[in-house]
């Protein structure tokens, strides 16, 4: 089983920037694909971006142009850099692993993202 621990989250006025990471505790060279989804308060949880084995990227319409998802497979770790935030982006965000190998697939503990007005 691969463990997925995230940072990075906190409290941000509208219009700033935060940095997420989400670190696995193995090799993330063998993880088809790697995702951010977040959840708000009373509302489902959502796919925000993701990033394959092979770099493709792909992004939610909500997030586009603003949210950048990128993989560093030596520190086994995937980021989402986030600009010009939003209040509507305020929620828990996660991370996601999914493989061919049932042992890889995982989610993170979450990490709470607030932007204010």
């Known amino acids: 089983q691969v463990q997925l621990v995230e940072s990075g989250g906190g409290l941000v006025q509208a219009g700033g920037s935060l940095r997420l990471s989400c670190t696995a505790s193995?090799?993330?060279?063998?993880?088809?694909?790697m995702g951010w989804y977040r959840q708000a308060p009373g509302k489902e949880r959502e796919r925000v971006a993701m990033?394959?084995?092979?770099?493709?990227?792909d992004y939610a319409d909500s997030v586009k142009g603003r949210f950048t998802i990128s993989s560093d497979n030596a520190k086994n770790t995937v980021y989402l850099q986030m600009n010009s935030l939003k209040p509507e982006d305020t929620a828990v965000y996660y991370c996601?692993?999914?493989?061919?190998?049932?042992?890889?697939?995982?989610w993170g503990q979450g990490t709470q993202v607030t932007v204010s007005s």
């Open positions: 193995r090799s993330i060279v063998s993880i088809n694909v």
């Open positions: 990033i394959t084995s092979g770099s493709s990227t």
């Open positions: 996601r692993t999914q493989s061919w190998i049932a042992s890889l697939n995982s």
